[in-house]
């Protein structure tokens, strides 16, 4: 099956940071990826989608500076939480798309635990 | 606007049968699908409806009705690990949007 890693898997830093996320799609490609971001017990909240080789589509409310993310490649997707705050700590999720099937399953990452001191 | 209901915790014994209803309000509606986390790990696929109808997979069936904007999600033989949340959510294009999820907690 299709598979999506992400690293790190949990980060602490210090407020003012910044800290990079990257997200691959292991053994397909991936034309679009997508970032969420999850409090503990809440929904999945989309923050953008990221498509190869164009800018990424943030979702209202979502700060472009902040949560810069890159697609350089087929296989990889990046975010990184810059100047990063106590309220930025949070579970970073991204997703990858997968076209093989019919279904447009999405093919989660085990997430990113950010904690920002 | 989008919009989208599922209860928020559903208590049920090993064993037993739950179904998990979900109703959305959204634009752009290809289908529905169905997503499983269990604390602290990442969601993973259970189904996807495009049409009407009930879909089965194993101890899972998931069901939609486009025309009353709704959908349900039954789960058969309930075991301890089925205890994690649920997440209904609707496919528009390539996007999905979750909802709050249904957490299920399975009691022996």
């Known amino acids: 099956g299709a598979v999506v890693s992400q690293h790190p898997s949990r980060v602490i830093c210090k407020s003012g940071t910044s800290v990079k996320i990257e997200c691959r799609s292991l053994?397909?490609?991936?034309?679009?990826m997508f970032w969420y971001r999850q409090f503990p017990k809440k929904s999945l909240m989309l923050m953008a989608t990221?498509?190869?080789?164009?800018?990424?589509?943030?979702e209202q409310g979502v700060e472009k500076d902040k949560f810069l993310i890159n697609h350089a490649s087929l296989t990889l997707s990046t975010l990184t939480v810059t100047s990063a705050h106590p309220e930025d700590s949070s579970f970073y999720i991204c997703?990858?798309?997968?076209?093989?099937?019919?279904?447009?399953?999405?093919?989660f990452g085990p997430g990113t635990r950010l904690t920002v001191l | 606007g989008q919009s989208l209901e599922q209860p928020s915790e559903v208590t049920a014994v090993e064993g037993a049968i739950v179904q998990i209803n979900c109703t959305y309000q959204t634009s752009g509606f290809y289908g529905l699908s169905w997503y499983q986390q269990h604390d602290g790990g990442a969601p993973t696929f259970l189904s996807y409806?495009?049409?009407?109808g009930l879909e089965e997979t194993g101890r899972f069936s998931s069901f939609l009705s486009r025309s009353d904007s709704y959908g349900y999600l039954l789960l058969q033989e309930l075991q301890m690990k089925d205890s994690a949340s649920y997440f209904c959510?609707?496919?528009?294009?390539?996007?999905?949007?979750f909802g709050g999820g249904t957490r299920l907690m399975v009691k022996p």
């Open positions: 990221s498509n190869e080789g164009s800018k990424a589509t943030y």
């Open positions: 409806n495009a049409l009407d």
């Open positions: 053994d397909f490609q991936a034309t679009t």
């Open positions: 997703s990858a798309d997968s076209l093989a099937g019919a279904y447009n399953e999405q093919f």
């Open positions: 959510a609707p496919n528009a294009g390539n996007m999905l949007t």
